[in-house]
């Protein structure tokens, strides 16, 4: 799937309205955030279109959750341990990211940590367009700050996410 560039010079509406048609909406679980040393644990993409969850999967990393981590998605090592590790399941989730445009909230964080779990398991990365949803939402609503997924779903009175990566792709479409 080659995607075309996302709309510069359109308004919001109409960039949110091409998202709303075109993207993938990501949202990753990871062992920390340390691109050195963190890796990807759950991996959520649903289409922004109609939801439909395209992945959905925990994988085994090769280090243990940082436990600050665990607190925010309260997904454990002993969770982890009978999954398959990322690298084993890559050449399919590439296919379906590679030429794509990704959005996410936040979604640098998740590039970066999809990036360096790609480095350490020595994985292609696929070329994406990253669009960080976050900063859209502000200059629509007129914001001062940034503000959390949660707080988006509030404002819009949408189901918001829960830290499991595909929820939290799915409350990200719905903003």
């Given at each position: 799937m080659k995607a075309t560039k996302m709309p510069k010079t359109n308004t919001l509406v109409e960039q949110f309205q091409?998202?709303?048609?075109?993207a993938f909406v990501?949202?990753?679980?990871?062992?920390?955030?340390?691109?050195?040393?963190?890796?990807?644990?759950?991996?959520?993409?649903v289409r922004a279109v109609n939801g439909e969850v395209l992945i959905s999967s925990r994988f085994k990393p090769s280090k243990k959750v940082e436990?600050?981590?665990?607190?925010?998605?309260?997904?454990?090592?002993?969770?982890?341990?009978?999954?398959?590790?990322?690298?084993?399941?890559?050449?399919g989730y590439f296919r379906v990211l590679n030429g794509a445009v990704v959005a996410g909230w936040n979604v640098a964080?998740?590039?970066?940590?999809?990036e360096a779990t790609c480095a350490k398991y020595d994985l292609p990365v696929p070329e994406v367009e990253w669009v960080d949803?976050?900063?859209?939402?502000?200059?629509?609503?007129q914001l001062p700050k940034n503000c959390k997924l949660s707080e988006a779903c509030e404002q819009?009175?949408?189901?918001?996410?829960?830290?499991?990566?595909?929820n939290d792709a799915l409350a990200a479409a719905r903003v």
């Open positions: 091409y998202l709303r048609h075109v990501l949202d990753t679980e990871t062992t920390g955030s340390s691109r050195q040393n963190d890796e990807v644990i759950e991996l959520g993409v436990p600050w981590a665990y607190k925010i998605h309260r997904i454990s090592d002993r969770e982890l341990a009978g999954k398959p590790r990322l690298a084993d399941l890559w050449g964080f998740d590039r970066q940590m999809i949803l976050m900063p859209l939402y502000r200059q629509f609503k819009m009175r949408v189901k918001a996410g829960d830290h499991n990566a595909v």
